[in-house]
């Protein structure tokens, strides 16, 4: 009816994640374009620590007199709000620019951000915290040079089936509440184990010796069966017997028996190498 007064609470526009840094006069040098990137990490880290925001991914822009853009582009594993850090992944890539006859105006945009990650300072000395930090920036050093994709962390997952019990971290911060496998393990499992030709004496035990890739290996030491059974709520079939086995040369691979003599024709896999 009008006689009481109603409140709004009017909705902001978000600014922008996006600095511009015009110059006097074209720039050339390096050291310029050094100064300039520094001053625009420093704005926006500055904005964002009051915010409660991390860079995850920025782009570096820089326009020419002549109407070109030379962009360049970096992404951290987690929310950062370091400078010398942000400064450090775009350290190499600067000498790519080329100022031409001169730089007029440099941007900084970032394109993905994420809250920080609650911080209390300890009671003790504690390195734990800043060995995760440390850790974290120097794999986004790496991820820069080498690309992200090339970077994988593996945590384990509730499976019995090897190839199974291990999944991809979405994120540094990833975790899991899954043990790893107490017995002996392969450095590198194979995602699909291959089919191998083998020559047994008896059926419970492990090959006299067998052919991988059309190389005949001689077995010298074997350690095993380890038994691991089939996941039935996910499939049918038999189970697997892993042996742990060694080679005229020293080397040592992982190979299983899926099913038993008894019940048919059994199929011997290799599914991994030790170091």
Not at 110 to 119: E, F, G, Y
Not at 145 to 160: A, C, F, M, V
Not at 228 to 255: F, M
Request: aromatic letters at 10%; glycine letters at 6%.
């Amino acid at each position: 009816m009008g006689l009481a007064p109603e409140f709004i609470a009017p909705l902001q526009p978000t600014t922008p994640y996006f600095l511009h840094l015009p110059c006097l006069e074209p720039v050339r040098t390096a050291k310029a374009i050094e100064i300039a990137l520094q001053q625009l990490l420093e704005d926006i880290c500055q904005r964002l620590k009051k915010e409660e925001m991390g860079i995850r991914a920025c782009i570096f822009t820089t326009h020419r007199v002549d109407g070109q853009q030379q962009q360049l582009k970096i992404g951290t594993g987690r929310p950062s709000v370091n400078v010398a850090h942000l400064t450090k992944l775009f350290e190499h890539k600067l000498p790519t620019i080329e100022p031409g006859l001169g730089i007029e105006v440099f941007t900084l945009e970032v394109t993905q951000l994420m809250p920080l990650a609650p911080s209390q300072d300890a009671l003790w000395h504690t390195t734990v915290m800043q060995d995760d930090l440390k850790l974290s920036e120097l794999l986004d050093r790496i991820a820069d040079r080498i690309g992200q994709q090339n970077i994988k962390r593996y945590l384990p997952d509730e499976h019995y089936w090897p190839e199974r019990s291990v999944r991809l971290a979405v994120s540094p911060q990833d975790s899991s509440n899954a043990q790893w496998p107490a017995g002996l393990r392969p450095l590198h499992l194979l995602a699909k184990p291959v089919l191998i030709e083998v020559m047994v004496l008896l059926p419970d035990y492990p090959p006299k010796s067998f052919r991988y890739q059309g190389q005949l290996h001689k077995v010298i030491k074997a350690d095993g069966p380890e038994r691991i059974e089939q996941e039935w709520w996910l499939q049918q079939g038999h189970y697997r017997d892993y042996y742990c086995i060694e080679n005229e040369t020293g080397a040592r691979y992982w190979i299983f028996r899926l099913g038993h003599y008894d019940h048919h024709q059994p199929e011997w896999f290799i599914h991994g190498f030790f170091a």
